[in-house]
């Protein structure tokens, strides 16, 4: 099993994402950063992968690629997942509507 971590900043404050694959399968958890002191009592929530999860995601494999930490086959099973996924809607645009 490889895992492969990665921090977000939110309002509520700074989310840990830990992306894990086993068995040619992806899983994504996440929780809140914590100190040194909490870090055996935190609770990883399962989370469903989103597009913008993929992209930041192989970014991270990208960068570890490069440093030949990481196999190929990562990052081209990810390029082809988002191949075939939608693009996902900006927040807050027009649903059909060009803008006129």
Known sequence: ?????????????TLVYRA?????????ECAPKVGRAERDDVEWEHV???RA?????????????QRKRCPWR??????KLLEDMPEEEEPGSPDGEDGQ
């Open 20 to 28: 894990c694959h086993h068995a040619s399968k992806w899983k994504l």
């Open 53 to 65: 999860h993929w992209v930041t995601l192989r970014d991270v494999l990208w960068r570890k690629y």
């Open 1 to 13: 099993m490889e895992v492969h971590t990665w921090k977000e900043r939110t309002e509520e404050g």
């Open 74 to 79: 990562f990052i081209e099973a990810i390029d």
């Open 48 to 50: 469903e992968f989103t």
